[in-house]
């Protein structure tokens, strides 16, 4: 089922939750809607879904429109962050739970829903835990099953709203990688909603950036990544050093040095390098910024350097393990960095 979602806007009071929202989905597609707290992720969610009523423009289903459309008609299924599953009902019962309440017209027979519940608890690999109480599960077990009892009304559109988000880290990562193998299998329109870059990075076929109630990119996970719409963009898709200067004949001057901004205009300009895109060097060349290594992180697989800069404030380096023991680098030292990719913008240009 596709979706196209036409001049969407909504106010709370005065407030401009979401301000003229245009986006189309296609079938069979895995979209992530992106954004910091309060942009209008699960406003623009429920407006989808019919529980929440936009102030202007169209929500097409297939082509037609769902205004009039309740939202039992619309054939939504959910997962929210917290599904509460019935607690005094089994794996399996909350899985039929959809099947049993349908008209009788219309319900399946008692040996079509436990073939169908079974098929479903295979699907998100849990049928050993059928007969299992949701007390009695983990909370990733818990939202594989709000999924599978989301599934079982057969959806044409599936909508999950920040579902890993109580989880912990790595039941997460472990999960959103299980929930776009299912898509791949399923091929159901979903639209999930985060606020963490790397779930929709790593999940959404595409990833829509959301702020103020407003769409700041639409776009793959490399097109958002490697080619930033906007500074906002840019900032909120990982860590970011960012330096004021003015670029003058395809340079920008910081301190002693300068950073090569090839092709951007001559004007006040805010360049953006993250800290993994900066090579380090005890050897001075011409162009590389001067600095001062003040403080060192383990972060694991990599390190972070906190390097003062003569010109500018402290910036970022993120170097590899292996790079970082090569280099034997100290607190103290004075080294020369040179940024390899950088994102010029010139905001009165
Ligand atoms: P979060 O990630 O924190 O859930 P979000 O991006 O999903 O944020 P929304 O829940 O869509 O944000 O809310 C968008 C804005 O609209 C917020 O500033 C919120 O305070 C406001 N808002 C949402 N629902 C209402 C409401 N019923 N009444 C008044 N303001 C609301």
Known sequence: MSIDIRNISKRFGNFVALDNIN????????????GPSGCGKTTLLRIIAGLETADAGQILFHGEDTTDKHVSERQVGFVFQHYAL????TVFENVAFGLRVRPKQTRPSESEIKRKVHELLELVQLDWLADRYPAQLS???RQRIALARALAVEPKV????EPFGA?????RKELRRWLR???DEVHLTSIFVTHDQEEALEVADRVVVLNKGHIEQVGTPEQVYDTPASPFVYQFLGDVNLFHSRVHQGWAEVGKGRIAAPGAPDAPAIIYVRPHEIDLSRVASGDALHGEINHIRILGATIRLEVDVEGHDAVEVELSRERYSEGGWQVGETVFLTPRTVQ???PQA
């Open 158 to 161: 599936l909508l999950l709203d």
């Open 23 to 34: 986006l189309d989905i296609a079938s069979g597609e895995l979209l992530a809607l992106l």
């Open 344 to 346: 010029v913008y010139t």
């Open 167 to 171: 989880l912990d880290t790595k039941v």
């Open 86 to 89: 019935f607690r005094h009902m």
């Open 139 to 141: 909370g990733g077990q």
């Open 181 to 183: 193998r299912l898509h």
